[in-house]
């Protein structure tokens, strides 16, 4: 049984936002949780380079020697440097947006993917990418950065920041079948947009814990 879980964040909010999930619904699972703002924001500010693949696989490897038998990354921006640590450790890791984007490679036709940040963009769309290649379906995705919206939740604005987002989803929804949220940081908006715009509208975090909780249970 699958009784470790190792967490690692690169926002300091989703630590809160998922320690106390997990210790509701997941209380037979030893859950632990590691965070380094600065491998985000190093890829805001610089992008990808060989010294964050670094240290995303340096992240990936201290949770093994801590005894995860499950690695979870909730960092989005992080997806292609995740490829090379999975070639690393020894245990399973879980992408966040995994189980979306296999979720939308389901279902096919032409996607919105909203970002708040460009770090975001290239790694969202080669993730939906693969898992559209896996089950054989065809997404076509037009992407759209936000990038004031995430200046302003990083100035403590969080209104406008949904205001931007939800004006920037308004625009988009006309032009696909249904829209993905590509940031955890935006996830709460899901229902609201959905309900305004009248298509779905995905978003990682509650997918994700359902996920880990079915592998979980899976294994017992």
């Given at each position: 049984?699958?009784?470790?879980?190792?967490?690692?964040?690169?926002?300091?909010?989703?630590?809160?936002?998922?320690?106390?999930?997990?210790?509701?619904?997941?209380?037979?699972?030893?859950?632990?949780?590691?965070?380094?703002?600065?491998?985000?924001?190093?890829?805001i500010r610089h992008?990808?380079?060989?010294?964050?693949?670094?240290?995303?696989?340096?992240?990936?490897?201290?949770?093994?020697?801590?005894?995860?038998?499950?690695?979870?990354?909730?960092?989005?921006?992080?997806?292609?440097?995740?490829?090379v640590a999975r070639?690393?450790?020894?245990?399973?890791?879980?992408?966040?947006d995994d189980p979306?984007?296999?979720?939308?490679?389901?279902?096919?036709?032409?996607?919105?993917?909203?970002?708040?940040?460009?770090?975001?963009?290239?790694?969202?769309?080669?993730?939906?990418?693969?898992?559209?290649?896996?089950?054989?379906?065809?997404?076509?995705?037009?992407?759209?950065?936000?990038?004031?919206?995430?200046?302003?939740?990083?100035?403590?604005?969080?209104?406008?920041?949904?205001?931007?987002?939800?004006?920037?989803?308004?625009?988009?929804?006309?032009?696909?079948?249904?829209?993905?949220?590509?940031?955890?940081?935006?996830?709460?908006?899901?229902?609201?947009?959905?309900?305004?715009?009248?298509?779905?509208?995905?978003?990682?975090?509650?997918?994700?814990?359902?996920?880990?909780?079915?592998?979980?249970?899976?294994?017992?």
């Amino acid at each position: 049984m699958t009784q470790r879980i190792a967490f690692i964040h690169t926002v300091a909010m989703l630590v809160e936002r998922f320690r106390p999930r997990f210790q509701a619904e997941l209380p037979e699972a030893d859950c632990f949780h590691m965070l380094d703002e600065s491998v985000l924001q190093d890829l805001i500010r610089h992008g990808s380079s060989p010294g964050i693949t670094r240290r995303v696989c340096t992240l990936a490897m201290q949770a093994q020697d801590a005894g995860a038998e499950l690695i979870v990354f909730t960092c989005s921006s992080t997806s292609p440097a995740i490829d090379v640590a999975r070639t690393l450790v020894t245990v399973p890791i879980l992408k966040i947006d995994d189980p979306m984007y296999a979720e939308v490679a389901r279902a096919g036709g032409r996607v919105g993917l909203i970002c708040t940040t460009a770090s975001t963009v290239e790694p969202s769309r080669q993730l939906m990418a693969a898992h559209a290649s896996l089950a054989g379906t065809a997404v076509e995705a037009e992407s759209l950065l936000c990038s004031a919206a995430f200046e302003a939740l990083t100035a403590g604005r969080r209104d406008e920041h949904d205001r931007l987002v939800s004006e920037a989803a308004q625009g988009l929804a006309g032009r696909v079948d249904r829209l993905v949220l590509a940031q955890a940081s935006l996830a709460h908006l899901a229902e609201p947009l959905a309900l305004r715009l009248g298509k779905p509208v995905l978003s990682s975090p509650e997918l994700m814990v359902r996920d880990v909780i079915a592998r979980v249970r899976a294994s017992a």
